[in-house]
C-alpha cells in the first residue's frame, strides 16, 4: 500500500542515460565544427574534455595539443594535458609539471595557476613522503 521502495534509482538511471545521450550528441556536433575548422580552439577544448570523461584520453590529448598547437599561450590545454599524463599508468609526474609549468608561463595570475600551484605543490608533497617498504621485522 506504499511507493515502491526505490523510486529514486529508476529516475537516477534514466537520468544518467539522458546525460550519456546527451554527450554523444554534443561529441557529435564537435566532431562536426572540427570537420569544417579543426583548429577551433572552442571545440577542440569541450571535445578533449567529454573524450576525457569517457575514457579515451589518446583522443583527448590529440584535441588538447591541437590547441597547444594553434594557440600556445591557451592555459587550459596546458592545464587539461597535465592530467592526460597523471592518468598514465604509471602516473607521468614529471610530463604533467612540465604541462603544468607551461599555465603558469601563459597566465600566470589566473585562476588556473592558483590550481596549477596547489597540485604542483601536492605533487611535490606525495614524492617527499617516503614509499611504503617491506619490513624486515618479523
Not at 567529454?50 to 591557451?74: H, M
Request: no cysteine.
Amino acid at each position: 500500500l506504499g511507493l515502491p521502495a526505490d523510486t529514486a534509482v529508476p529516475a537516477a538511471m534514466e537520468a544518467s542515460q539522458a546525460s550519456a545521450t546527451d554527450s554523444a550528441a554534443r561529441q557529435a556536433e564537435l566532431e562536426a565544427t572540427l570537420a569544417e575548422s579543426p583548429e577551433d580552439v572552442a571545440a577542440n577544448l569541450e571535445l578533449g574534455v567529454l573524450t576525457f570523461n569517457d575514457g579515451d584520453v589518446e583522443r583527448a590529448e590529440q584535441l588538447w595539443t591541437t590547441v597547444t598547437e594553434v594557440d600556445p599561450t591557451n592555459p587550459q590545454a596546458w592545464f587539461n594535458l597535465g592530467f592526460v599524463h597523471l592518468s598514465e599508468d604509471p602516473p607521468d609526474v614529471e610530463a604533467a609539471r612540465a604541462v603544468w609549468q607551461r599555465v603558469l608561463d601563459v597566465a600566470p595570475e589566473s585562476d588556473l595557476a592558483a590550481t596549477v600551484r596547489s597540485h604542483l605543490d601536492a605533487l611535490a608533497a606525495s614524492a617527499a613522503s617516503p614509499s611504503p617498504s617491506p619490513s624486515s621485522e618479523g
